[in-house]
């Protein structure tokens, strides 16, 4: 077979590792609609196993490779491991950076500005990729068949500096300037072995790549508190108009001084054939250990994020979606009838799960009562009664559906995709977002009432800003087969059980790698996401469909993201991507059907201060490992329970240590 060989490819093209505290680990999803099993026994996972460790910290999530064969008609021909008759060895090569304290501030999609920098007084006047003081940056690490220790890659940041200036407004921890009108100067200590994640083979010298232990600190004296500083600032978000640098330049997503151990980068690798052939996805590549040139289209790419607190649910749009979006041609279901169990029951499904872990969804927010998608609510769409009538592609049942369809948010722009409503891919220089294509009323009342890539509407209000695309619209993909349901033209299909990975024909195999990974992902709002940046959406920045491009460094694109992350994922507290990270969390008592709801984010902080529901920046640092997982309840038989045709979502596996009470005084 090894004649018909003629290439190989690494998948899935993207990978998704998430952080967690815990030494242990499990792999994450391998085909799309799998939760997969966490390991262990006696827990809430779908095989019994348990998110948490002895200690109660939580595991993270490994994401595995595996390399693909192809013949000279691009036709898979098997999946090469050290098991093949074919394979004498595997030399995985990766290089991960994490580039996010280098980078370009954040400022929203819509007010990028490629002058304004992070921690602007380091290194001022270069570009992201030469602030070396900057970047974590632990080189290229090899890891190869025989090996059977774990490679740790580590590196340093915030390294050579003595000190600097930051604006005295900044909140300093134990330290209060006389003058917060006048810089502050402050000592820089380097960051050094910081861990972004570590490389381990399994079984079959397939790759392994574990995502580092989730930590994040700041390295100036006096520190920064993880804050948002801009709230403090009148007017709202600080003086003219929003354009002080505390609004942006040292908003909480680009807090001065701080890292945090995320990472993204290359993966590659160099298979030795028993026959002597050596293929790899690195070109002018002719022995193991060769080092080649990047191939962007066979070899793979890496992004660390935080948890999936809601293993089992979805957003209603996913980078999977943005990744069709951007590249139709990937699209596997081109030129198919729509169909409902496939294309529509989905998006229902995501939204009524919404209503287990947001209170608006759930219609325990005084606005959306008896507006909501939770049990009991009108927009309970997976009620059995509800989903026979949608399921009916007759007449008779045409009125609710074009209603249905009228509710659902479009993308401004004349193909109704997100991209053709944002600015030049950074780092470009933008054009006005004042621009007549730009120009339209956002509109409350129309679904996902989610908030979107422009940033939270009120915020946007307080700063005078009219954006498109404040609040998420669903893809074009997504849009023509909702009309087509709603027009009736549509087959209803079957529910299908997902299929594992190794139950699919080997054929199929690289693509449900490929969109498993992306699938339990956020593809909206991006302001700036929690795992991927609106840079999906660009196709200059990738090879084609999962594969990131040719000119991107490693670190480069998740550089994006906030930095650190957890300042981020506790401000989108409210209507961002719940499935990720809850807003809300439920308690069932099953005898009643009646269930109550608390604060996800609560208990104390490791001074025994309440966590708090207005300003939780600095806390999330210490509490996100500990907070609960949010899952469903199983029947004796192992079923999972159901309430009215929903799911019954419950918090489980919180760390008992969020629980304790204040300790002041005693």
Same mark, same amino acid.
């Given at each position: 077979?090894?004649?018909?060989?003629?290439?190989?490819?690494?998948?899935?093209?993207?990978?998704?590792?998430?952080?967690?505290?815990?030494?242990?680990?499990?792999?994450?999803?391998?085909?799309?609609?799998?939760?997969v099993?966490?390991?262990?026994?006696?827990?809430?996972?779908?095989?019994?196993?348990?998110?948490?460790?002895?200690?109660?910290?939580?595991?993270?999530?490994?994401?595995?490779?595996?390399?693909?064969?192809?013949?000279?008609?691009?036709?898979?021909?098997?999946?090469?491991?050290?098991?093949?008759?074919?394979?004498?060895?595997?030399?995985?090569?990766?290089?991960?950076?994490?580039?996010?304290?280098?980078?370009?501030?954040?400022?929203?999609?819509?007010?990028?500005?490629?002058?304004?920098?992070?921690?602007?007084?380091?290194?001022?006047?270069?570009?992201?990729?030469?602030?070396?003081?900057?970047?974590?940056?632990?080189?290229?690490?090899?890891?190869?068949?025989?090996?059977?220790?774990?490679v740790?890659?580590?590196?340093?940041v915030?390294?050579?500096?003595?000190?600097?200036?930051?604006?005295?407004?900044?909140?300093?921890?134990?330290?209060?300037?006389?003058?917060?009108?006048?810089?502050?100067?402050?000592?820089?200590?380097?960051?050094?072995?910081?861990?972004l994640?570590?490389l381990?083979?399994?079984?079959?010298?397939?790759?392994?790549?574990?995502?580092?232990?989730?930590?994040?600190?700041?390295?100036?004296?006096?520190?920064?508190?993880?804050?948002?500083?801009? /709230? $403090?600032? %009148?007017?709202?978000? +600080? *003086?003219?108009?929003?354009? @002080?640098? #505390?609004?942006?330049?040292?908003?909480?997503?680009?807090?001065?001084?701080?890292?945090?151990?995320?990472?993204?980068?290359?993966?590659?690798?160099?298979?030795?054939?028993?026959?002597?052939?050596?293929?790899?996805?690195?070109?002018?590549?002719?022995?193991?250990?060769?080092e080649?040139?990047?191939?962007p289209?066979?070899?793979?790419?890496?992004?660390?994020?935080?948890?999936?607190?809601?293993?089992?649910?979805?957003?209603?749009?996913?980078?999977?979606?943005?990744?069709?979006?951007?590249?139709?041609?990937?699209?596997?279901?081109?030129?198919?009838?729509?169909?409902?169990?496939?294309?529509?029951?989905?998006?229902?499904?995501?939204?009524?799960h919404?209503?287990?872990?947001?209170?608006?969804?759930?219609?325990?927010?005084? /606005? $959306?009562? %008896?507006?909501?998608? +939770? *049990?009991?609510?009108?927009? @309970?769409? #997976?009620?059995?009664?509800?989903?026979?009538?949608?399921a009916?592609?007759?007449?008779?049942?045409?009125?609710?559906?074009?209603?249905?369809?009228?509710?659902m948010?479009h993308?401004?722009?004349?193909?109704?995709?997100?991209?053709?409503?944002?600015?030049?891919?950074p780092?470009?220089?933008?054009?006005?977002?004042?621009?007549?294509?730009?120009?339209?009323?956002?509109?409350?009342?129309?679904?996902?009432?989610?908030?979107?890539?422009?940033?939270?509407?009120?915020?946007?209000?307080?700063?005078?800003?009219?954006?498109?695309?404040?609040?998420?619209?669903?893809?074009?993909?997504?849009?023509?087969?909702?009309?087509?349901?709603?027009?009736?033209?549509?087959?209803?299909?079957?529910?299908?059980?997902?299929?594992?990975?190794?139950?699919?024909?080997?054929?199929?195999?690289?693509?449900?790698?490929?969109?498993?990974? #992306?699938?339990?992902?956020?593809?909206?709002?991006?302001?700036?996401?929690?795992?991927?940046?609106?840079?999906?959406i660009?196709?200059?920045?990738?090879?084609?469909?999962?594969?990131?491009?040719?000119?991107?460094?490693?670190?480069?694109?998740?550089?994006?993201?906030?930095?650190?992350?957890?300042?981020?994922?506790?401000?989108?507290?409210?209507?961002?991507?719940?499935?990720?990270?809850?807003?809300?969390?439920?308690?069932?008592?099953?005898?009643?059907?009646?269930?109550?709801?608390k604060?996800?984010?609560?208990?104390?902080?490791?001074?025994?201060?309440?966590?708090?529901?207005?300003?939780?920046?600095?806390?999330?640092?210490?509490?996100?490992?500990?907070?609960?997982?949010?899952?469903?309840?199983?029947?004796?038989?192992?079923?999972?329970?159901?309430?009215?045709?929903?799911?019954v979502?419950?918090?489980?596996?919180?760390?008992?240590?969020?629980n304790?009470?204040?300790?002041?005084?005693?």
């Amino acid at each position: 077979m090894s004649d018909k060989i003629k290439s190989i490819r690494i998948h899935p093209g993207i990978g998704m590792a998430r952080l967690g505290d815990s030494d242990e680990f499990y792999i994450g999803p391998e085909a799309p609609g799998i939760v997969v099993d966490p390991g262990g026994s006696n827990g809430p996972g779908p095989k019994g196993g348990t998110y948490r460790d002895g200690g109660a910290r939580l595991k993270r999530q490994a994401q595995r490779y595996r390399v693909y064969a192809y013949d000279a008609n691009d036709k898979v021909v098997a999946e090469l491991t050290s098991d093949s008759d074919l394979v004498q060895s595997l030399h995985w090569r990766v290089h991960v950076r994490n580039m996010k304290a280098a980078n370009y501030a954040f400022q929203g999609a819509y007010l990028f500005d490629p002058d304004e920098l992070r921690n602007p007084s380091i290194q001022p006047g270069k570009k992201p990729i030469e602030r070396d003081q900057l970047i974590i940056d632990p080189g290229v690490h090899t890891i190869a068949s025989g090996q059977t220790e774990a490679v740790v890659m580590k590196g340093d940041v915030f390294t050579g500096i003595e000190k600097s200036t930051l604006p005295g407004e900044l909140r300093f921890e134990g330290y209060t300037p006389k003058d917060p009108s006048k810089d502050v100067e402050v000592t820089y200590t380097a960051a050094q072995d910081i861990e972004l994640g570590q490389l381990r083979l399994d079984n079959q010298d397939r790759l392994l790549f574990i995502p580092a232990p989730g930590k994040g600190e700041c390295v100036t004296t006096p520190k920064v508190v993880l804050s948002n500083p801009s /709230e $403090t600032v %009148n007017p709202p978000n +600080g *003086p003219d108009n929003g354009k @002080n640098p #505390l609004t942006n330049q040292f908003a909480y997503f680009n807090i001065p001084g701080w890292w945090d151990d995320t990472c993204g980068g290359e993966i590659d690798v160099t298979v030795t054939l028993k026959d002597g052939t050596v293929l790899s996805t690195r070109d002018n590549v002719k022995a193991a250990t060769d080092e080649g040139t990047r191939n962007p289209k066979a070899g793979a790419w890496i992004v660390t994020a935080p948890p999936k607190f809601a293993p089992h649910m979805y957003h209603v749009v996913s980078i999977l979606d943005r990744v069709y979006e951007t590249f139709p041609e990937a699209y596997p279901y081109t030129g198919q009838k729509t169909n409902f169990y496939r294309d529509i029951y989905p998006v229902f499904a995501n939204a009524v799960h919404y209503g287990w872990v947001s209170p608006e969804a759930a219609g325990v927010a005084p /606005e $959306t009562k %008896n507006r909501a998608h +939770g *049990p009991g609510q009108p927009g @309970n769409l #997976l009620l059995p009664g509800y989903m026979k009538l949608l399921a009916d592609p007759s007449e008779q049942s045409k009125p609710i559906r074009q209603r249905i369809y009228s509710l659902m948010r479009h993308a401004p722009g004349k193909n109704g995709r997100l991209v053709d409503t944002l600015l030049p891919a950074p780092p470009q220089r933008p054009t006005s977002w004042k621009n007549e294509e730009f120009q339209r009323t956002e509109d409350d009342t129309l679904m996902p009432k989610l908030w979107g890539t422009a940033g939270k509407p009120l915020q946007n209000q307080q700063l005078g800003n009219n954006f498109p695309d404040q609040f998420l619209s669903l893809t074009d993909w997504q849009l023509k087969h909702l009309k087509n349901w709603a027009d009736g033209d549509f087959e209803v299909g079957t529910l299908q059980d997902p299929i594992p990975l190794e139950q699919l024909p080997l054929a199929e195999q690289p693509h449900a790698l490929d969109s498993s990974a #992306l699938q339990p992902t956020i593809g909206g709002g991006f302001h700036p996401g929690i795992e991927f940046p609106y840079l999906i959406i660009y196709r200059e920045y990738f090879a084609e469909a999962f594969r990131v491009g040719h000119n991107n460094e490693p670190g480069a694109i998740s550089a994006y993201m906030s930095s650190p992350w957890q300042g981020d994922f506790w401000s989108c507290n409210v209507a961002w991507w719940p499935t990720q990270r809850p807003d809300i969390v439920f308690e069932y008592d099953q005898k009643t059907q009646t269930r109550t709801h608390k604060e996800w984010f609560r208990g104390y902080d490791a001074d025994g201060e309440p966590l708090s529901s207005t300003d939780g920046y600095h806390q999330m640092a210490f509490a996100w490992p500990k907070l609960g997982m949010v899952l469903p309840i199983k029947a004796n038989d192992g079923s999972l329970v159901t309430d009215q045709g929903s799911t019954v979502f419950v918090e489980q596996e919180r760390d008992p240590a969020l629980n304790r009470p204040p300790t002041k005084g005693k």
